[in-house]
């Protein structure tokens, strides 16, 4: 099992940053990725950037790229997103995810195993 908590959302004003961390334990050793999701109220949970875990190989979604930028640190079981230019558009819950399997792209829910509980994010215009 692995456990996954989020930290760090908020409320703030478009043009804005926040950063957002994910420390995981438990059965940690055996992971390939960690990936940053979001669903907004009346959508779908969708991927905002996915990191591999050994290289550090980053991937973002275009809506964005640019703006957004996701890290990890191997000694603290951490992932981060640091988010800049905050959109409205930004707005929603943001999750923290845990693939310990191979996948291609990580760029969907089933790619990974496990979950956080959520950190909501609001941008006011």
């Known amino acids: 099992q692995v456990q996954l908590v989020e930290s760090g959302g908020g409320l703030v004003q478009a043009g804005g940053s926040l950063r957002l961390s994910c420390a995981a334990s438990g059965r940690t050793f055996s992971r390939y990725a960690m990936g940053w999701f979001r669903q907004a109220p009346g959508k779908e949970r969708e991927v905002v950037a996915s990191?591999?875990?050994?290289?550090?190989?980053?991937r973002y979604s275009d809506s964005v790229k640019g703006r957004f930028t996701i890290s990890r640190d191997h000694a603290a079981n951490t992932v981060y997103l640091q988010m800049n230019s905050l959109k409205p558009e930004d707005t929603a819950v943001y999750y923290c995810a845990s693939a310990q399997h191979y996948s291609g792209t990580y760029s969907y829910t089933y790619d990974y195993d496990y979950w956080g509980q959520g950190t909501q994010v609001t941008v006011s215009s």
């Open positions: 990191i591999s875990w050994s290289e550090g190989r980053p």
